[in-house]
């Protein structure tokens, strides 16, 4: 494929038909935070809204895929719509239907898309997750959801097989690439082979009907999964228009959407370029981020919008990115962490693109964003909170705190992008809330200026971001322990130019073992293998004693001092 932009046919985007207005009929970010009204309709199901409705435009391209080391792969909304009905139909014949939850667990863009959208088709509940994660992760993840269906990629089967030996829930298999493995007590099926009717009736389902359950690390106790309805993609959709400054240049859109599809973020990208009628560019592979990759693909396939956080465009700042052509890229999103001054001047100067910044989290999606087009948002503000969402600086109470002063950012109920619960957990999803449930507590701490943008200044618990990744210190800590070697273990995170925050384990080794590197080797494999890869400690110290409460709880503030001491 030669460079530059990548055609896909003409793409007009008929705002008279959306459900959100066109953002762009306004003159100014207050004129349209003051006339913006929600219009939810009582049934949404997102497969019909994002590939069903574009389908009989045959010939329009959905998904543009380069896998590495295998070549490309295109999907039109037509060709999407007859392989998820074949899934969904397969899936119905084996008895998973409408409240079922579907874990998927995958690499590839197309077939892991393609489960999500027959999931919603049956009026099932998806469950995206890490291909990272190992044994354990994934077996508490599938218990604690009552998983009736796994797709996996063929090469995690055997990790599968060892969570799936204590649960009794998950009646199919479908292996994502060939059918190798054997499970017992459970059909596995192929994935490419699974028979099915490329016809059928998606089921009615109301807007605020579960779609998903997103797993997100928290600080104590086991990850909570999250449960998203299907009228939380419209929830974020104003800024998805905001930040990728959709209305006042959508002719011929490609977005080239990075972020990994086991988060919402990665799967809502996809989503919004879907409820748009333009394509979604992915690249996949199993080796990790390289910044040339990055250069390449824009080069050669002329993305208009792209997504690149800041562990992304600092290795990719350190290239020379005169030898790409860079022309067709107009708008990049960032997210995860505050884009620096200098990098916000990367990317308008070098790679000559509008820059702007969205903040959400899993529990309340995309709700404070930038937008070049109406406002010079100062570099590492979150921006404005976009239109149909009131998101202020609260204190425990509810009550408005004062301009400058730190608090709670807080989203106000009911809001389409905000959770509907915490899965099997009514205590935890009563804490989430504020004032009698007038807010939602996003836990995270920042401020609002004299000019209304509003500032993050850090996590209210203990979460650790690292590359992008949430990690909840306590699953960490749980797995250390499960080592004879360590008596006792407290894992705090530690600012790294690179990747934000990475993982420090403070062990206090048990009786008799030595404090080596052979023990810091044992640890850190024991982590990849039953967890996740992204959630090994990179920095490891000994410790007489780690200090604990009389509780028993680790005294994290403490290990924070110990680390500032020894900076010091």
């Not at 099932?124 to 354990?136: E, F």
């Not at 449960?227 to 974020?236: A, E, I, K, T, Y």
């Amino acid at each position: 494929m030669s460079s530059g932009n990548t055609q896909f046919g003409s793409i007009s985007i008929d705002w008279e038909s959306e459900p959100v207005p066109n953002l762009g009929q306004y003159d100014s970010y207050e004129e349209a935070r003051a006339n913006f009204e929600w219009d939810i309709p009582e049934t949404f199901n997102i497969a019909t809204d994002v590939v069903t409705r574009h389908a009989e435009k045959r010939g329009q391209v959905a998904l543009f895929q380069r896998i590495e080391d295998e070549g490309e792969e295109t999907y039109t909304f037509w060709q999407l719509e007859r392989e998820s009905n074949r899934l969904a139909n397969a899936l119905e014949t084996r008895g998973v239907g409408q409240g079922d939850r579907i874990a998927i667990v995958g690499a590839r863009s197309d077939r892991v898309m393609l489960a999500h959208l027959a999931a919603w088709k049956l009026g099932a509940v998806s469950v995206p997750l890490s291909t990272l994660y190992g044994a354990d992760a994934l077996e508490f993840r599938l218990s604690d959801c009552d998983a009736s269906a796994v797709f996996v990629d063929q090469d995690l089967s055997e990790t599968l097989a060892d969570a799936l030996e204590s649960i009794d829930t998950v009646e199919c298999v479908v292996e994502m690439g060939g059918t190798t493995s054997h499970i017992e007590g459970i059909e596995t099926a192929d994935f490419d082979e699974m028979d099915g009717e490329t016809s059928y009736e998606s089921v009615e389902t109301a807007a605020d009907d579960p779609a998903l359950i997103l797993y997100t690390s928290g600080t104590t106790g086991r990850p909570k999964g999250v449960v998203q309805d299907h009228q939380s993609l419209l929830g974020w959709l104003p800024s998805f228009q905001m930040c990728f400054e959709l209305p006042w240049h959508d002719s011929d859109p490609l977005l080239y959407a990075t972020p990994d599809l086991a988060w919402i973020g990665g799967i809502n990208l996809v989503l919004g370029s879907w409820h748009y009628g333009f394509p979604a560019f992915r690249y996949d592979s199993r080796t990790g981020f390289d910044p040339k990759t990055v250069f390449e693909n824009i080069d050669r396939y002329g993305p208009t919008r792209a997504v690149l956080v800041p562990g992304m465009l600092k290795p990719m700042s350190q290239l020379d990115a005169s030898q790409y052509d860079l022309d067709a890229l107009q708008v990049v999103m960032s997210g995860s962490e505050p884009v620096s001054e200098q990098l916000h001047e990367y990317v308008t100067e070098t790679l000559g693109a509008n820059l702007n910044e969205m903040y959400g989290q899993t529990e309340a999606m995309h709700l404070v964003t930038s937008c070049s087009q109406w406002f010079d948002a100062d570099p590492g503000s979150l921006g404005y909170p976009a239109p149909g969402h009131d998101v202020r600086i609260i204190d425990e109470d509810g009550t408005e705190c004062e301009t400058g002063e730190t608090g709670i950012i807080g989203l106000k109920s009911p809001d389409p992008t905000m959770l509907v619960e915490l899965w099997n957990d009514d205590e935890a999803t009563e804490r989430k809330f504020v004032a009698d449930g007038e807010w939602m507590n996003t836990d995270d701490l920042g401020y609002c200026d004299e000019d209304g943008q509003l500032w993050f200044k850090s996590r209210a618990d203990d979460l650790i971001i690292t590359n992008g990744y949430r990690v909840g210190p306590a699953e960490v800590e749980d797995s250390i322990r499960e080592l004879d070697q360590v008596r006792e273990v407290g894992i705090i995170g530690v600012e790294d130019d690179g990747r934000g925050e990475i993982i420090k384990a403070y062990i206090e080794p048990s009786e008799g073992v030595a404090d080596d590197d052979q023990l810091k080797e044992v640890v850190r494999s024991h982590v990849k293998t039953n967890l996740a890869k992204y959630e090994y400690p990179r920095e490891i110290t000994f410790i007489d004693e780690v200090p604990t409460t009389v509780t028993g709880k680790i005294k994290r503030t403490k290990l924070e001092e110990h680390e500032r001491e020894g900076q010091a």
